[in-house]
């Protein structure tokens, strides 16, 4: 079995990405990881470079800022890195996404064991999503809590944005990927960056997806999905997490939007029915 990881970063310094900690959290479980480097105003080139190992491969691109089009930029710049993996499968992290050591041995054996089963295209992870600080998780169908992440290379797919796949087995329609779930969780840190970092990103990305930047301010969330974070980070990101203790809290005077109102709503009859209703890009078989 041969394993390929791949992603793609822009600005990833400037912009406070955990990147490196993001790469170097799974190195050790694939055979080679093709790395897209967008031209970028800071050193995220160098700084990828500097991890010095024969594993990673570097692909130097120049983003289209002319396509505006509902993000699809992301989606041409995650296939140009996925178009160049040569394994049995493409493991595809963000420069946000770390895994922990103690998963990578399970993540490495659902691998295998799904390797030579036509039935199954792609692995799924839950998610937990950072949110203010480190100790706090958004939990809300608002917030994807599973996704695939790694997908059988011999199968046609694209991803029409950054965020997941679409397989085609014809020309002219894609579908979702049939999946089996790893039983692994990602950690996702994007929400735990400085609030002027993200309206930085803001500025930078929002033009993408045809808007105009966005004011981030942390304090105007639904507090009711916010949870404690109970368990242990990877080691790989503890010294770039921020310090705070406990709880984050919002601004308790915000009043939460129509759609958190419609996710607190669908938390409710989640409870109820014993469901899970958030949105899946994924068919599990």
Not at 112 to 122: F, G, R, S, T
Request: charged share 25%; aromatic share 12%.
């Amino acid at each position: 079995m041969k394993v390929s990881a791949f992603t793609f970063i822009k600005n990833g310094q400037v912009l406070g990405y955990p990147f490196l900690q993001s790469i170097q959290s799974i190195l050790p479980i694939v055979d080679e990881f093709v790395i897209n480097v967008g031209e970028s105003e800071d050193d995220t080139l160098e700084l990828i470079q500097s991890i010095n190992n024969n594993k990673i491969r570097i692909i130097e691109s120049k983003w289209n800022d002319g396509m505006r089009d509902r993000g699809y930029v992301y989606g041409q710049q995650k296939m140009v890195a996925q178009f160049n993996c040569t394994g049995d499968w493409a493991f595809y992290i963000e420069g946000d996404e770390i895994y922990h050591e103690s998963d990578l041995e399970q993540i490495t054996k659902t691998m295998e064991m799904y390797l030579n089963d036509p039935n199954v295209e792609a692995l799924v992870f839950d998610f937990h999503h950072f949110y203010g600080n480190a100790n706090s998780l958004l939990n809300s169908p608002g917030w994807y809590r599973s996704e695939a992440r790694i997908i059988k290379n011999s199968i046609r797919s694209y991803a029409p944005d950054g965020l997941f796949w679409l397989v085609l087995d014809s020309n002219k329609r894609g579908r979702y990927p049939r999946a089996k779930k790893t039983g692994v969780t990602c950690y996702h840190y994007g929400w735990v960056r400085s609030e002027d970092q993200m309206n930085l990103k803001s500025s930078k990305v929002q033009k993408y997806w045809g808007g105009e930047p966005v004011i981030i301010d942390y304090s105007r969330m639904d507090q009711s999905i916010i949870q404690r974070f109970t368990g242990t980070h990877p080691e790989i990101i503890k010294d770039w997490l921020p310090k705070e203790n406990g709880l984050y809290k919002t601004d308790p005077c915000y009043k939460p939007t129509f759609k958190q109102k419609k996710h607190q709503a669908i938390i409710k009859l989640e409870f109820l029915l014993g469901l899970e209703l958030s949105k899946k890009h994924y068919k599990l078989v």
